[in-house]
């Protein structure tokens, strides 16, 4: 299927000419066939010669209804302008055509309707001429008559030739489908419409629905008026929505991919039109279907910020329309360039990221966007629209190359830097690095570290811990008597060899603690065993003590040690021995 939506003056046969081509009745209201006036949104579709199915969005022309056409040729990706013979071009034929070009619809086709009450001939030069200059550029054009049906043949043709020249669609992309219509039929619950243009819809399939808390499921699906167990791009279709209140959801709200889609109610754009600084503060922005009231905030010659009064579900790249409500006038066309943009309350802030802005394609890159944000979740990115093929560099988070190339320097750095201050410290703690180096997941921290640098208990040390020469100069001096007794309470003290630089020498190997303030050289269990082997066996602790030339302050725990480790074996009565070579 194929979807063209029309555009037009009011009362130039736009409706007269879709039910000549479809033989469907395109106004929907009594009021509207009562008045001979579109009001709303109308559809109706046919087939052409080649088999393509075309389906029209029939737009109201009459400038108080301009808000209604939008919301129809927001998600069009072709359009059929529509003039009359007899009248030629006129002001609304002049906005319809803004708002296409604000919007950058690359395809359409002329048609000059009413070509039995007045030659073609100047409304099809005067059309040309204007749709030339706008990013329709240069397009096909039929003349005919809706009430005799001349040229509706070449008309058929044309639209053929039209809807095989459009992209193909994006099957495989994120839902977005802005509603269009909601009702509710009896039996079934409540019907949203809307045009697709990209991925596809499944029954059953759960989605997101903005301003809803809670996610929605498809209970049915209707395309061309028929069921469907699946619609693809591009298409018109009809939503039956399981378990909700018509209520909830009204035109310019949409369906969504779940977790594809940023929702933000701030935005930086680049402006197609007249000049950010000419923009009036408050403006209309429209996309899809929606239309949310926006506050301007000029940043450069042709960018600006706008705050919107409600989030709207956007993408990097979107395409929108500005209108100034009070003048009643498209004032031009934006490109979103950034859905998360950066907060700008310092001095000088605003004239940077405008410089940034102007350096910005207005195309999603990863490239681009890591080297902007330097550090982002995968997630995020997909909901900003950016292609996610990047590696990440811990868990679901994407960094810059440079900028974690840095984060790796300055994390050796931070590690020097506390090993000097702190020598007695067995490093730096992690999450002290985290703090130190500004990053939101202590994965990062772990995926930075990388030979020599290493984490023990918590910690970030630079290898083997460092010893000051004072520390070291202090335990020899403690151990400067017999071997198996360990330097008294007060001597430690005398020393400067309190728990933290005890602490540290035994992480450095310098000294072998087997009980609070008993200190001892580390080769001293080797050096006891010896000793002890030349004993008859089994010995006591007496005789042990003895042996060794110590305390029972030294010998209790330094046995306790020897039975742990399996050098000394400990029998019922207390007496131990040393056990034969294995």
């Given at each position: 299927?194929?979807?063209?939506?029309?555009?037009?003056?009011?009362?130039?046969?736009?409706?007269?000419?879709?039910?000549?081509?479809?033989?469907?009745?395109p106004d929907r209201w009594a009021e509207e066939r009562r008045?001979?006036?579109?009001?709303?949104?109308?559809?109706?579709?046919?087939?052409?010669?080649?088999?393509?199915?075309?389906?029209?969005?029939?737009?109201?022309?009459?400038?108080?209804?301009?808000?209604?056409?939008?919301?129809?040729?927001?998600?069009?990706?072709?359009?059929?302008?529509?003039?009359?013979?007899?009248?030629?071009?006129?002001?609304?034929?002049?906005?319809?055509?803004?708002?296409?070009?604000?919007?950058?619809?690359?395809?359409?086709?002329?048609?000059?309707?009413?070509?039995?009450?007045?030659?073609?001939?100047?409304?099809?030069?005067?059309?040309?001429?204007?749709?030339?200059?706008?990013?329709?550029?240069?397009?096909?054009?039929?003349?005919?008559?809706?009430?005799?049906?001349?040229?509706?043949?070449?008309?058929?043709?044309?639209?053929?030739?039209?809807?095989?020249?459009?992209?193909?669609?994006?099957?495989?992309?994120?839902?977005?489908?802005?509603?269009?219509?909601?009702?509710?039929?009896?039996?079934?619950?409540?019907?949203?419409?809307?045009?697709?243009?990209?991925?596809?819809?499944?029954?059953?399939?759960?989605?997101?629905?903005?301003?809803?808390?809670?996610?929605?499921?498809?209970?049915?699906?209707?395309?061309?008026?028929?069921?469907?167990?699946?619609?693809?791009?591009?298409?018109?279709?009809a939503v039956n929505l399981r378990g909700l209140d018509r209520?909830?959801?009204?035109?310019?709200?949409?369906?969504?991919?779940?977790?594809?889609?940023?929702?933000?109610?701030?935005?930086?754009?680049?402006?197609?039109?007249?000049?950010?600084?000419?923009?009036?503060?408050?403006?209309?922005?429209?996309?899809?279907?929606?239309?949310?009231?926006?506050?301007?905030?000029?940043?450069?010659?042709?960018?600006?910020?706008?705050?919107?009064?409600?989030?709207?579900?956007?993408?990097?790249?979107?395409?929108?329309?500005?209108?100034?409500?009070?003048?009643?006038?498209?004032?031009?066309?934006?490109?979103?360039?950034?859905?998360?943009?950066?907060?700008?309350?310092?001095?000088?802030?605003?004239?940077?990221?405008?410089?940034?802005?102007?350096?910005?394609?207005?195309?999603?890159?990863?490239?681009?966007?890591?080297?902007?944000?330097?550090?982002?979740?995968?997630?995020?990115?997909?909901?900003?629209?950016?292609?996610?093929?990047?590696?990440?560099?811990?868990?679901?988070?994407?960094?810059?190359?440079?900028?974690?190339?840095?984060?790796?320097?300055?994390?050796?750095?931070e590690v020097s830097r506390h090993a000097a201050a702190h020598?007695?410290?067995?490093?730096?703690?992690?999450?002290?690095?985290?703090?130190?180096?500004?990053?939101?997941?202590?994965?990062?921290?772990?995926?930075?570290?990388?030979?020599?640098?290493?984490?023990?208990?918590?910690?970030?040390?630079?290898?083997?811990?460092?010893?000051?020469?004072?520390?070291?100069?202090?335990?020899?001096?403690?151990?400067?008597?017999?071997?198996?007794?360990?330097?008294?309470?007060?001597?430690?003290?005398?020393?400067?060899?309190?728990?933290?630089?005890?602490?540290?020498?035994?992480?450095?190997?310098?000294?072998?603690?087997?009980?609070?303030?008993?200190?001892?050289?580390?080769?001293?269990?080797?050096?006891?065993?010896?000793?002890?082997?030349?004993?008859?066996?089994?010995?006591?602790?007496?005789?042990?003590?003895?042996?060794?030339?110590?305390?029972?302050?030294?010998?209790?725990?330094?046995?306790?040690?020897?039975?742990?480790?399996?050098?000394?074996?400990?029998?019922?009565?207390?007496?131990?021995?040393?056990?034969?070579?294995?």
């Amino acid at each position: 299927m194929h979807v063209v939506a029309t555009a037009g003056h009011v009362d130039h046969g736009k409706s007269t000419l879709v039910r000549a081509l479809t033989g469907m009745e395109p106004d929907r209201w009594a009021e509207e066939r009562r008045r001979g006036m579109t009001i709303d949104l109308g559809f109706a579709w046919t087939s052409l010669e080649s088999g393509a199915t075309v389906a029209f969005v029939d737009v109201p022309g009459h400038e108080r209804f301009v808000p209604n056409m939008l919301a129809g040729i927001g998600p069009v990706p072709a359009a059929m302008i529509v003039v009359a013979a007899d009248e030629g071009w006129m002001p609304q034929s002049a906005e319809h055509l803004a708002a296409l070009h604000a919007l950058d619809v690359r395809h359409g086709l002329l048609v000059v309707t009413r070509s039995d009450l007045a030659g073609p001939g100047p409304a099809l030069a005067a059309a040309t001429a204007e749709i030339a200059a706008t990013s329709l550029g240069s397009v096909e054009s039929v003349a005919v008559s809706g009430t005799t049906g001349a040229g509706l043949d070449h008309l058929r043709a044309a639209l053929d030739r039209l809807v095989h020249g459009l992209p193909p669609p994006e099957t495989d992309a994120a839902v977005r489908l802005w509603i269009d219509r909601s009702f509710t039929i009896r039996g079934a619950g409540t019907v949203v419409t809307g045009t697709l243009g990209a991925g596809f819809l499944r029954t059953g399939d759960e989605l997101e629905l903005t301003g809803s808390p809670s996610p929605v499921r498809i209970r049915g699906l209707h395309s061309l008026g028929e069921p469907a167990a699946q619609v693809d791009a591009v298409a018109r279709v009809a939503v039956n929505l399981r378990g909700l209140d018509r209520d909830a959801v009204t035109r310019g709200a949409a369906l969504l991919t779940p977790g594809r889609f940023h929702s933000t109610g701030l935005i930086d754009v680049r402006v197609h039109g007249d000049p950010a600084a000419g923009l009036p503060r408050t403006i209309t922005l429209h996309i899809g279907s929606a239309a949310v009231p926006a506050r301007v905030r000029p940043l450069g010659p042709d960018t600006a910020r706008l705050r919107l009064s409600r989030p709207l579900p956007l993408h990097i790249g979107d395409r929108a329309l500005l209108r100034d409500p009070g003048l009643h006038r498209v004032t031009g066309g934006v490109t979103v360039l950034d859905v998360s943009p950066p907060a700008l309350t310092r001095r000088g802030s605003a004239a940077a990221r405008a410089a940034d802005l102007a350096a910005m394609t207005g195309l999603p890159s990863l490239p681009a966007e890591l080297h902007r944000r330097h550090l982002i979740r995968r997630d995020e990115l997909q909901r900003m629209g950016v292609p996610d093929e990047g590696t990440p560099v811990a868990g679901p988070w994407l960094a810059d190359p440079s900028y974690w190339s840095s984060l790796r320097q300055r994390l050796a750095d931070e590690v020097s830097r506390h090993a000097a201050a702190h020598p007695l410290e067995p490093g730096i703690p992690l999450e002290a690095l985290r703090h130190l180096l500004g990053l939101p997941d202590r994965a990062l921290v772990e995926a930075l570290i990388h030979p020599p640098l290493a984490i023990r208990s918590g910690r970030v040390t630079a290898g083997t811990p460092g010893v000051p020469p004072e520390l070291e100069s202090a335990v020899l001096e403690a151990f400067d008597g017999p071997p198996f007794q360990a330097p008294e309470t007060h001597r430690l003290t005398e020393l400067n060899l309190g728990p933290r630089q005890i602490a540290a020498a035994v992480r450095a190997g310098l000294a072998l603690q087997i009980a609070p303030n008993v200190l001892l050289p580390v080769d001293t269990p080797s050096r006891a065993v010896d000793v002890l082997a030349r004993l008859p066996q089994p010995f006591t602790l007496s005789e042990a003590r003895q042996a060794l030339d110590t305390t029972r302050r030294v010998a209790v725990p330094l046995l306790e040690l020897l039975d742990r480790t399996g050098a000394t074996h400990r029998l019922p009565d207390n007496r131990r021995l040393i056990p034969p070579p294995s």
